[in-house]
């Protein structure tokens, strides 16, 4: 996503943990090095020695935060560890996962990804009773629900807990002796479940298996409570069935890193048939076509053999950028923008080019790439977008800007064509884009296309605290 490297979405945090292997330490800073696309902003591992949990977070990469001896301080027969980018509480130290407290004289540390969508109402409550808040993290929430559970079994606390929670959240819980994955019913996040010689993996995407040589055993089920101890796995369905599968259909198309399997299929295979699709759909005459780096390469390369047009990597994008230029800011997403992506331009120089792309968000980045084209000759600049136009925002843990911001929320077709100076825009139907999955159309949220909220939202929820703002109250 292009348009979205500096402008947002991105995803909302990633998680991995390892139940029964002296190496659980190493093995979550590997998981989480794979799963550093879904969060850049802080990284996060606790290990539990059996009797204590032993903790190391901090803002910055997995390398940074992991730098020097500190697996070697951390170590322990169990991890869980995190992956931070910021969609609910604000990015600061403070907000660092997973969390660790004691509640009722036991450590429990927590990770969370996804967005807790009944967060404020919930945090009124709350504070109405008493309950004093250190972070702006829906996360906590869980917390204090657990310290005010009456029950005395800590597995019935976490059950009655999670059923007040409405929204998306995939959440590694720890004690100092198990392990529990928690999915909401609906399935937002991916959550997967391996096995590593006689230990259990944990994690978001299958990709951090495949690094760990872990073996994919299955999903975490929507609505699942996996407990873990050296008793063996029990599972809990707490939460009332009225619920219906949502799987986020972001995921394939773009969160996701295409070497993992989300929902049980491909991301890969998944985003080379949407460019396939996307030819079929919306074909043109063009000298070349051209991928947005990385996102809009397997759309791309599903385009260049569906057309039997030229498939050239034209645009060059810079890797050592790092994650100054990924920080939410738009000083630093304006900058990025110049500096992350450049036309090669011999080989643009005259050519009719076809640009490949995942979605336009705002429109601004998008624009100066472009125009970069332009400026290094190319003839005519056409755009191809692998899914339909985004509409709406999203409440389940993808930081879309709010819906006044959305390109395609407020233009027309044409109208962003003429506003991106393009010879023509197309976007991947909404039939299409589904025909493309391996599930059936009703097991996916679609509402950032559609506004169809499988789930109830407060539109006033502050992406970034979890306090009401005017703004957003404007904007809902
Ligand atoms: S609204 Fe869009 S990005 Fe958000 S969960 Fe649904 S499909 Fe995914």
């Known amino acids: 996503m292009n348009d979205s490297e500096y402008s947002s979405p991105k995803d909302s945090c990633g998680l991995f943990g390892v139940f029964g292997n002296s190496e659980s330490a190493d093995l979550t800073f590997l998981g989480l090095y794979s799963l550093q696309h879904r969060g850049e902003e802080a990284a996060g591992i606790i290990t539990s020695n059996g009797r204590n949990l032993l903790s190391k977070v901090g803002t910055g990469l997995v390398s940074e935060v992991f730098s020097g001896p500190v697996l070697q301080e951390i170590k322990g027969d169990m991890a869980i560890g995190h992956v931070r980018y910021s969609t609910t509480g604000s990015s600061n130290a403070n907000n660092c996962q997973p969390m660790k407290v004691s509640i009722k004289r036991r450590e429990v540390s927590i990770a969370h990804n996804g967005n807790i969508t009944n967060a404020p109402s919930l945090r009124k409550c709350l504070d109405d009773q008493g309950a004093i808040f250190q972070t702006s993290m829906d996360t906590e929430l869980l917390i204090h629900l657990l310290a005010r559970s009456d029950c005395e079994d800590f597995t019935d606390a976490l059950c009655e807990s999670v059923i007040k929670l409405k929204g998306a959240f995939c959440l590694l819980v720890m004690t100092v002796d198990k392990i529990y994955a928690i999915r909401d019913p609906s399935g937002f996040r991916p959550f997967s479940l391996g096995k590593l010689w006689g230990s259990l993996v944990l994690s978001s995407e299958t990709c951090a298996m495949d690094l760990i040589e872990a073996e994919y055993t299955r999903d975490i089920q929507p609505g699942e409570v996996l407990?873990?101890?050296?008793?063996?796995?029990?599972?809990?369905?707490?939460?009332?069935?009225?619920?219906?599968?949502?799987?986020?259909?972001?995921?394939?198309?773009?969160?996701?890193?295409?070497?993992s399997n989300v929902f049980g299929f491909n991301v890969y295979e998944t985003r080379k048939k949407l460019g396939h699709q996307l030819a079929k759909e919306s074909p043109l005459e063009a000298d070349m076509i051209i991928p947005m780096p990385d996102s809009g390469n397997y759309a791309a390369l599903g385009f260049a053999e569906e057309s039997g047009i030229q498939f050239e990597l034209g645009m060059i994008r810079n890797h050592y950028i790092g994650r100054t230029f990924i920080e939410p800011s738009q000083v630093m997403r304006e900058f990025g923008v110049k500096v992350k992506h450049n036309p090669v331009k011999d080989l643009v120089k005259g050519k009719r080019v076809v640009v490949v792309d995942d979605s336009i968000v705002r429109g601004t980045t998008a624009k100066i790439k472009i125009k970069n084209l332009r400026d290094a000759g190319?003839?005519?600049v056409h755009m191809r977008i692998c899914c339909p136009p985004h509409r709406h925002s999203c409440y389940y843990g993808i930081d879309f800007p709010e819906k006044s911001k959305l390109i395609a929320s407020n233009f027309s077709i044409e109208e962003i064509k003429k506003i991106l100076d393009l010879d023509s825009l197309a976007y991947l139907s909404y039939e299409g884009m589904l025909q493309c999955m391996k599930l059936p159309g009703k097991d996916f949220c679609t509402a950032c296309f559609n506004g169809d909220y499988p789930v109830e939202v407060d539109k006033s929820i502050n992406k970034y605290s979890l306090e009401l703002t005017n703004e957003d109250n404007r904007n809902a």
């Open 378 to 380: 190319a003839t005519e």
């Open 227 to 259: 407990e873990i101890s050296k008793d063996g796995m029990k599972s809990f369905f707490p939460f009332k069935k009225d619920h219906k599968v949502a799987h986020c259909i972001f995921e394939q198309i773009y969160f996701a890193k295409p070497d």
